[in-house]
T-cell receptor
Framework: GAVVSQHPSRVICKSGTSVKIECRSLDFQATTMFWYRQFPKQSLMLMAT?????????EQGVEKDKFLINHASLTLSTLTVTSAHPEDSSFYIC???????????????FGSGTRLTVV | AQRVTQPEKLLSVFKGAPVELKCNYSYSGSPELFWYVQYSRQRLQLLLR??SRESIKGFTADLNKGETSFHLKKPFAQEEDSAMYYC?????????FGTGTRLQVFP
């Protein structure tokens, strides 16, 4: 249970275009989604936290106008990289906070990631 | 400042040898700590959380508040344990990750 499906797994786009990444919670309702960025051989850096139906909260240094996050439903959150540039090339990962009511605790489940390459 | 430190980027051992992956944290308050594992070409998976004090795949981790550590241990490493391991700290609603340690277990 508590699976997050992330698409696409890989995307190549031209500089100046926009790319949308989707994360869907398949068997639970994700009230909170997190978006991370991971550079090669580095850790996951939290970009933003989104709660369903409200504006995302961005971490310091993350441009909210460049990385648009939408969390319009309890099962879908999207990250749109607008006017992408080569320096935006990275691995983007979503995560959802899932309540495991049968186990009595909440945890975090992760998408499989999206490799974005901007050429 | 809240921070998670994993001092080793790479840890190489032979099969059957004990393993200890180090994790230190900085947090004001009562920490909630996790270990996540990422096998090759797979997503991050929860391995352990300190609250549940469970043992998964032979791995254990004890929270030491005095030393602000949450080291991951396994007495006898297996080849299938080769993966990237991340220590994480929950701060309010979000996870703060360490830089990760790659464990290589040689036959």
């Amino acid at each position: 249970g508590a699976v997050v499906s992330q698409h696409p797994s890989r995307v190549i786009c031209k500089s100046g275009t926009s790319v949308k990444i989707e994360c869907r919670s398949l068997d639970f309702q994700a009230t909170t989604m997190f978006w991370y960025r991971q550079f090669p051989k580095q850790s996951l850096m939290l970009m933003a936290t989104s709660n369903e139906g409200s504006k995302a909260t961005y971490e310091q240094g993350v441009e909210k106008d460049k990385f648009l996050i939408n969390h319009a439903s309890l099962t879908l959150s999207t990250l749109t990289v607008t006017s992408a540039h080569p320096e935006d090339s990275s691995f983007y990962i979503c995560s959802a906070r899932a309540w495991h009511t049968d186990r009595g605790w909440d945890g975090y489940t992760f998408g499989s990631g999206t490799r974005l390459t901007v050429v | 400042a809240q921070r998670v430190t994993q001092p080793e980027k790479l840890l190489s051992v032979f099969k059957g040898a004990p393993v200890e992956l180090k994790c230190n944290y900085s947090y004001s308050g009562s920490p909630e700590l996790f270990w996540y594992v990422q096998y090759s070409r797979q997503r991050l998976q929860l391995l352990l959380r300190h609250i549940s004090r469970e043992s998964i795949k032979g791995f254990t981790a004890d929270l030491n508040k005095g030393e602000t550590s949450f080291h991951l241990k396994k007495p006898f490493a297996q080849e299938e344990d080769s993966a990237m391991y991340y220590c994480a700290l929950r701060s309010t609603d979000k996870l703060i990750f360490g830089t990760g340690t790659r464990l290589q277990v040689f036959p």
